[in-house]
Every structure is written in C-alpha cells, then in structure tokens.
C-alpha cells in the first residue's frame, strides 16, 4: 500500500426533506450572501429551487441566481458567475443540481478570490490557493462532485475539456442529499450516473498497487451494491432505499475512500472527456463505452486485475484461461451497461464517423504522451482503444 493523505471535510446530511436545512447550513459556514447555481430546469420544474430559495431567505441570507448551466458545463458560464459574485459580494455558492452545476459553482468559488484567469486551474499554471465556499443541494448521483474536490469544465473556444483537483479548497462544506429529490430523473441520466460511478471506482481499482486489500474489497463491495440496487430503480424510479442506496454509492465512489493507498488509472475518463467534448454526449454513456473498450485493450497487456475484478465482481467461474476469464467480466459488464439501455459503441452513442485524429490529437495535448497508470497508453494504444469503441 503507498503513503496517503486523505482529507475529506465535507458534512453530509442525508435523508427525506434535508433540503429544507441548506438556510442553517448556510449561515453555520459563514454566509450572509450567497449564489444560487441550478441547470437548465428540473429543479425549477419540480419545485425544488423555491424550497431551496425559501430556507435560504427564512436562515436571513440574501440570494443571487445564476440559472442555464448545461451538461459539459462551459467556461462562459464561470465567468458570469465570477463577475456576479464579486459584483455583489457574495460570500458561497449554493449548487443545485448535478455535476455540471456543482463544477461550475467550485470554479467560480476558485476564480472569484483569484487575480488571474480561472482557467490558469485548469491549465495547471496555477493552484487554488483560496476559494469561496461552496454548499451542495444534489438532485443526480453521479459525478461525485458532492464529496470531490475537483471541477470540469469545457472551453467553448477550443472545445478542451478540463479538469482541476484542488481538494483542500474545493471540497464542498456540506452536501445535502435527499435521495427522493432523484425520482425525476429520467431513466436514461440514471443509468448514465450508475455508469459514472462505477467507472469512478473501476478508475481506483485497476491498479499495480500490491496488497491494498481494504481498498479492493471497498470497490467490489460497492460496484455489487451498485449491480443490484441499479435494476430495482430502473423498475420503479419511486423505490426509496434504492435510490438512497445508489446515491450514497455515487459520493462513495468518488470521494477518495475506494482509492486510499493504490496508484488510480484514470485513462477511460480522459478518454471520455474527448469524447463529450467534441460531441457534447452525456459523460457516463460515453464511460459505458470507453471503459469495456480500455478493458479488452487491457486483457492483452496486463491481465492480472480483470481476472480477479472478473470473479469477484462478475461472479464469473474462475477456472480455466485467465484471459476467457476476463473477457466474461467484461462481457458481463456490458450486457449490465445494455440492460439499463446504455450504449456500449461510439456509433451506439450517436457518433457514426468519430473524428479519431482528432480525439488522439486533443487527448495527448491535453493530457500528455503518455496517459494512465494500469499500463502507460501511447498515442498508438489510445488510437486502437477509441477503435476497438467504434
Ligand atoms: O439541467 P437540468 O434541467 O437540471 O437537467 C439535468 C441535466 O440535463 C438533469 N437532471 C439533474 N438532476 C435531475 C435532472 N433531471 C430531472 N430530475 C433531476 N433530479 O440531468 C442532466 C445531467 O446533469 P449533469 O449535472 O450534467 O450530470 P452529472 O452529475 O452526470 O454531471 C456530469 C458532468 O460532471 C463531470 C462530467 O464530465 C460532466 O461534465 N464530472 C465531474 C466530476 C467531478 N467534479 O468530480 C467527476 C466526473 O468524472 C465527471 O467528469
Ligand atoms: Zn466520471
């Protein structure tokens, strides 16, 4: 197991009607002004922001509105919210929503107490050294970005979609998750979020860290409650501790927990931020794709983790030639990603000429030459994994 620090300060408060507390939570961390952050309109639809709205206003807070952020959140977004809340002086940032709206509240959050571009984060030319404070009312178990300390985003100018980890000033001060909030979401945001999860956590598991087995057994025993719990919602979106289940998966898979101690991968998600980049696809079906395309990739080049995710994920038989071991695991896998009516091709996705030059071409200017941990993926490698996805 390697050295590790992990810092995880963020409240959680879970449960039937925790929504209505994010006026209290407010004022606790300090508040008197804060900036409503909220999507393109689900949480106006359900009723949701006036609730939020209402505890806010009832805690004594004076609140600004920063509405319209869309999947693949966008940079033009941040600078609106930066200018905003200097303008008024606002003091944190209440996201409701999903990963898009948390993201775009944390890089406003990082570029409002900051000289330079925001952007400088993501280019890794500067360190978030101070930001706002930012308070979590989540509607999509996803992303994670409820427990993380990092942000997205996508500059519409060069269409380079980035992330910053900064998980000292980032980390959100509370996250308020009511699992009955997610009973609007469409079946197929769902399943995008069940693929992201399991995909954050498949991120951490494969790896060449030898004897981490607290940290194995975390990521199998999580990606099993997410196989089980995933069909029963797909079956009846209203199934409480389902949802509540898979919510409390969705921060768990991404706070850190699962990967404590193991050197992580994260060549798929690099992989996938190229993918709804150029074609604005939805991050977790563009996972469903990447990630069983990475794996077959992986099964001729360092086997040893997929048999064991394999068997004890998978259930599949152990006995006989490792590599038909793995391939069933992935099989499995995605016969799982179908079932819940993702896709598991690029051309399934929607994009039927994928732009391969292209992708290779971004993802290594983005991400260097050499791109992940399991086995380090050259421009070659990466080329023939996007085509093994078409
Ligand atoms: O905009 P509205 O109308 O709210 O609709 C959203 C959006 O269309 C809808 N939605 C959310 N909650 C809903 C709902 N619809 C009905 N009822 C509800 N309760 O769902 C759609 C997707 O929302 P989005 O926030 O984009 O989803 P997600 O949480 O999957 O976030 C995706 C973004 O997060 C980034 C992704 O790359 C992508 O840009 N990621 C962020 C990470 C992080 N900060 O740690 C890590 C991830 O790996 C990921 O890269
Ligand atoms: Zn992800």
Redesign the pocket.
Known sequence: MNNFIFYSPTEFVFGKDTEKQVGGLAVKYGASKVLVV??????K??G?LDRVKRSLTDAGTVIYELGG?????VDTKVYEGIELARREGVEMLIAV???????TA?AIAAGVPYEGDFWDFFLGKAEVKKALKVGVVL??P????EG?G???I?KVETLQ?L?MHAPEALRPVFSIMNPE??????PF?TA??VA?MM??IMERYFSNTKEVEVSDRLCEGVLKAIIEEAPKVMADPHDYDARANLMWAGMVA?NGTCGVGCEEDWAS?AME?EV?ALYDV???AGLAVIFPAWMTWMTTHNLHKLVQYAVRVWDAPAEGNPEAVALEGIRRLRRFFSSLGLPITLRELGIDHPDMDRMVENLHRNKGELLGNYVKLTREDTREIYRMAY
């Open positions: 909220y999507g393109g309109g689900s949480a639809r359900s949701l952020i869309q999947p693949n959140p929503g999903g990963g898009s709206v948390i993201d944390k509607t999509i996803a992303a994670g970005s993380s990092d942000s997205v996508t979609k992330g909030l997610t009973y609007t979401l469409p945001q995008c979020g992201d995909a954050h991404h998600h931020h709804s939805a991050h977790g």
